[in-house]
């Protein structure tokens, strides 16, 4: 068919001329028969107005192309700030290194001087200061000459020189490091006059580390220290100190018993040592006060005589005489027999408390007799106090004891085989409490 606006001839099926652009309604042939017919009114248009839908689909697509462009614009530029902040750590991170190469090379230590300058070389290609560097740092590991036994004589020798100013200027630091890196290189070199500065360097950095409060390091030190000289008194005693004062920290309100016992020896040894005199008399006190609660009075005032022998104070003088009339109320109430027994039974009482000779001693004595107040002989008495205990046998008088008792505190005392009314006595410093056993009739 020919195009109704133009007359050029157009082939096969169109719904637009190719050559002017007229819309076709109609291809002019009839598709049962391929028979041409007369064109429709609808065919004869203008041509400005066919032009107009394919015009719209032109506008579609050059907005759908802005819109792509300006997507692509917005990832071009969150890529470009990006690369933009990247280079930056990047350049801040190549200076780091270069620094750090700075300092190995100036230390003489050219492998990590290597190490550093080739990465922050990496990092940032135009920091020239860090190529230039670099290029000298290899230069001088190629030109190195190899340690030689000659020229590694010569080393040990200059670095035992440094170690042995070190140790003159008491700078333990840098002992331990050449000390360090002289071993490695050869363990025989003047071993024993490096063992000595490294002892020296270890003792008295440890006493440093006392002065600072940091006496699990401390005893770590001294240990090295006895390693080097397994009889040096000085590092013994350091170590010994620091151990007492760390186990008595470590019972310290969970067992004032032992907390004592290791502060006490402290005392002993050095009643200057750090805070161990306050320490020693707030132990003291505390245990006390723990020993009142559970009405052991005379236990109580025992401490509290401990604490006022390390620090007087007349507060604390006041609350042991308190302990002390207490514990005298109950030694009398105790001095009278109890309520009537089955027959055959032995009740214990305390009788009385005198004192001994010595005031770091404690006792407990007694008797045990039948009802017509006969001692009884072989009669097994037993003591015992937390998971401790002892047997006495009486002699023929019935008396028996338990002399040399080394703590405090309150001591349950009964008969082994007879049927008995145990009683509790409390053990007292420079005290000995008497403790009978009768039979009751």
């Given at each position: 068919?020919?195009?109704?606006?133009?007359?050029?001839?157009?082939?096969?099926?169109?719904?637009?001329?190719?050559?002017?652009?007229?819309?076709?309604?109609?291809?002019?042939?009839?598709?049962?028969?391929?028979?041409?017919?007369?064109?429709?009114?609808?065919?004869?248009?203008?041509?400005?107005?066919?032009?107009?839908?394919?015009?719209?689909?032109?506008?579609?697509?050059?907005?759908?192309?802005?819109?792509?462009?300006?997507i692509v614009g917005l990832g071009?530029?969150?890529?470009?700030?990006?690369?933009?902040?990247?280079?930056?750590?990047?350049?801040?991170?190549?200076?780091?290194?270069?620094?750090?190469?700075?300092?190995?090379?100036?230390?003489?230590?050219?492998?990590?001087?290597?190490?550093?300058?080739?990465?922050?070389?990496?990092?940032?290609?135009?920091?020239?200061?860090?190529?230039?560097?670099?290029?000298?740092?290899?230069?001088?590991?190629?030109?190195?000459?190899?340690?030689?036994?000659?020229?590694?004589?010569?080393?040990?020798?200059?670095?035992?020189?440094?170690?042995?100013?070190?140790?003159?200027?008491?700078?333990?630091?840098?002992?331990?490091?050449?000390?360090?890196?002289?071993?490695?290189?050869?363990?025989?070199?003047?071993?024993?006059?490096?063992?000595?500065?490294?002892?020296?360097?270890?003792?008295?950095?440890?006493?440093?580390?006392?002065?600072?409060?940091?006496?699990?390091?401390?005893?770590?030190?001294?240990?090295?220290?006895?390693?080097?000289?397994?009889?040096?008194?000085?590092?013994?005693?350091?170590?010994?100190?620091?151990?007492?004062?760390?186990?008595?920290?470590?019972?310290?309100?969970?067992?004032?018993?032992?907390?004592?016992?290791?502060?006490?020896?402290?005392?002993?040894?050095?009643?200057?040592?750090?805070?161990?005199?306050?320490?020693?008399?707030?132990?003291?006190?505390?245990?006390?006060?723990?020993l009142a609660k559970q009405g052991?009075?005379?236990?109580?005032?025992?401490?509290?005589?401990?604490?006022?022998?390390?620090?007087?104070?007349?507060?604390?003088?006041?609350?042991?005489?308190?302990?002390?009339?207490?514990?005298?109320?109950?030694?009398?109430?105790?001095?009278?027999?109890?309520?009537?027994?089955?027959?055959?039974?032995?009740?214990?009482?305390?009788?009385?408390?005198?004192?001994?000779?010595?005031?770091?001693?404690?006792?407990?004595?007694?008797?045990?007799?039948?009802?017509?107040?006969?001692?009884?002989?072989?009669?097994?008495?037993?003591?015992?106090?937390?998971?401790?205990?002892?047997?006495?046998?009486?002699?023929?008088?019935?008396?028996?004891?338990?002399d040399g008792l080394v703590n405090?505190?309150?001591?349950?005392?009964?008969?082994?085989?007879?049927?008995?009314?145990?009683?509790?006595?409390?053990?007292?410093?420079?005290?000995?409490?008497?403790?009978?056993?009768?039979?009751?009739?």
């Amino acid at each position: 068919m020919r195009c109704p606006q133009c007359g050029q001839q157009i082939t096969g099926r169109a719904s637009c001329c190719p050559h002017c652009g007229r819309r076709l309604r109609s291809t002019g042939l009839t598709p049962e028969r391929g028979a041409l017919r007369p064109p429709l009114q609808d065919d004869l248009r203008p041509l400005g107005h066919t032009r107009q839908g394919c015009g719209w689909s032109f506008l579609v697509l050059f907005a759908t192309l802005l819109a792509i462009l300006g997507i692509v614009g917005l990832g071009l530029a969150g890529a470009y700030h990006g690369m933009k902040d990247r280079t930056t750590l990047e350049r801040r991170a190549a200076q780091e290194h270069y620094e750090k190469g700075l300092a190995h090379f100036d230390a003489g230590e050219l492998e990590l001087a290597e190490a550093e300058l080739e990465l922050a070389v990496q990092l940032d290609s135009r920091l020239e200061a860090a190529a230039t560097r670099l290029a000298e740092t290899r230069q001088r590991l190629e030109t190195s000459p190899t340690a030689t036994p000659v020229l590694q004589a010569e080393i040990n020798a200059i670095t035992f020189e440094e170690l042995r100013a070190a140790h003159n200027q008491r700078d333990w630091t840098r002992v331990f490091a050449l000390a360090d890196r002289l071993l490695a290189r050869d363990p025989t070199y003047q071993r024993s006059e490096l063992d000595r500065m490294l002892f020296d360097a270890l003792y008295q950095s440890g006493q440093q580390l006392v002065e600072e409060n940091r006496l699990e390091e401390a005893a770590r030190l001294f240990d090295r220290a006895l390693a080097l000289q397994p009889t040096n008194a000085d590092a013994a005693r350091a170590k010994q100190l620091a151990t007492l004062y760390l186990a008595a920290k470590s019972y310290w309100s969970a067992d004032w018993a032992k907390a004592i016992e290791s502060l006490s020896t402290l005392y002993r040894l050095d009643a200057s040592y750090r805070d161990v005199r306050q320490l020693t008399h707030d132990a003291y006190v505390n245990y006390g006060d723990v020993l009142a609660k559970q009405g052991d009075w005379c236990a109580a005032a025992q401490q509290y005589a401990r604490a006022l022998e390390v620090i007087p104070a007349q507060e604390l003088s006041a609350k042991r005489e308190t302990a002390l009339d207490h514990c005298d109320e109950v030694a009398s109430a105790t001095a009278q027999w109890g309520p009537a027994e089955p027959s055959g039974t032995f009740v214990g009482r305390i009788v009385k408390q005198t004192d001994l000779d010595d005031s770091k001693k404690m006792s407990i004595r007694g008797s045990v007799a039948d009802r017509e107040g006969q001692g009884v002989r072989n009669i097994k008495v037993q003591i015992r106090a937390w998971d401790w205990w002892a047997v006495s046998v009486t002699d023929a008088q019935g008396q028996y004891s338990f002399d040399g008792l080394v703590n405090p505190v309150t001591y349950t005392l009964t008969l082994f085989d007879r049927p008995c009314v145990p009683v509790n006595a409390a053990g007292v410093w420079g005290k000995t409490t008497w403790v009978d056993f009768q039979e009751a009739g």
